[in-house]
């Protein structure tokens, strides 16, 4: 029998704080009336909160504004620099981490050159980055979140790999968070590159302030993936590895996709497809202007990738949209904006919407963040969406799974 959680209201004011920064973050400076009646809560519920997070330097109270009647109003802001987050990202060719704060201006970068590395490669690689990290760039250690790494694969609870990412063999069951924390002595938050750049573009980018939308993220050094969030919620699945849409199959029976399935939609709209139709060999190890001079200078190859691509592209979309009623598709990632601005002019006009006389406010499909930034800015928000977004679940009674006998 399935088990049913009740109410945990001690843990109401904890979702009561990251409820009022929410409010602030997608709305802007707020007062304490503002974000009274935005929320629902108390005024003196609010009131509460906000002088805590101001006490902790997570909120400033700007100048007072006079009004209309009545006493000058406070807004309060979200403080830059009142937490700090690393962002790590692992490739073929390289590691890269930053440090940002809490509106996610980059402050300090570092990466360093690869070669396909394994965990016993990589860990300390990724553990000196993060002390470097914190040595490039003078801020209060106690603000310091934790870390966040983006890597291509799937992924089991706990940020073990369950399934070791092609483009990285040997990753098969590593426990990458707890291993790195242990050296660094930080949290360690785990997602694949597709989610993670969904958070952070709902933290800072087109989708801010969006309650649902999927984003579709193109890998600069390969296929295809989805983040999806879903009425506020960020929706990962029952095992973690929902938005595995590179092989969904758009073609029956046609070209032969390295998960052993044919016809899948990473071999007709991934960038690694647009490289070979380009005549680009190891695009990963080129520099971001050489690929896009190079793309550029193949206008036969970008069009011939694109005329493969649009249908099965547009094929998706209508299903995503059918399947899960967005508000918007986002498409972005680390790819070149070269191929996300050609997909996206070329796959006009999409399918008829399930109601195709709404008016909508926002765009169907929209372009966000791209560039090789994408996956890290996204792990860098993974501390930061952690401790600031709302999470209805906590307001659940902790489930203790035993036997349920029948009356």
Known sequence: ??????????????HNRRVVIEAIRTNGP??????????????????????????????IAMEA????????????????????????????????????????TVC????????????????PVLAEIVRDLQEAFSFDRDRLLGVGIALPGRYADGGVTSLSPLNLPGWQDFPVASELERLIGLPVLVENDATAAA?????????????????????????????????????????????EIGHIIVEPHGRLCTCGKRGCLDRYVSPSVAY??????????????????LIAANGHGLKAWLEQAVQPLRQTIDFLELAFDPQTIVLGGSAPTSLMTGLAESVEPLHTPVNPTEE??????????????TAILGAAALPIFSETNPQFDVLQKPLTHRAVTQP
Request: aromatic fraction near 4%; proline fraction near 4%; include cysteine.
């Open 65 to 104: 504004q006079k009004i209309a009647r009545g006493q000058p109003i406070t807004p309060y802001m979200i403080n830059p620099a009142g937490a700090y987050s690393i962002g790590l990202e692992l490739g073929r060719q390289r590691a890269a981490g930053v440090l940002t704060d809490l509106s996610g």
């Open 276 to 293: 070979e139709c380009l005549g680009i060999e190891n695009a990963q190890e080129l520099d971001p202007d050489d690929l896009d001079a």
């Open 360 to 373: 909508r406010s926002i765009p169907r499909l929209m372009i966000g963040a791209s560039g090789k930034d």
């Open 108 to 123: 300090a970068r570092v990466e360093c050159h690869v070669d396909r590395p394994g965990p016993t490669e990589a860990m």
């Open 1 to 14: 029998m399935k088990t049913i959680s009740g109410t945990n209201l001690e843990q109401a004011k904890s």
């Open 30 to 59: 707020m007062s304490r009336a503002a974000i009274a009646r935005m929320t629902a809560l108390t005024t003196q519920t609010v009131s509460n909160i906000v002088e805590e997070l101001a006490r902790s330097h997570l909120l």
């Open 199 to 243: 958070i952070g573009e709902r933290l800072y980018g087109v989708a801010r302030g969006l309650g649902s939308f999927v984003y579709l993220f193109l890998a600069g050094d390969g296929g295809i993936g989805a983040g999806m969030f879903l009425d506020g919620h960020l929706y990962k699945g029952s095992r973690a590895n929902a938005g």
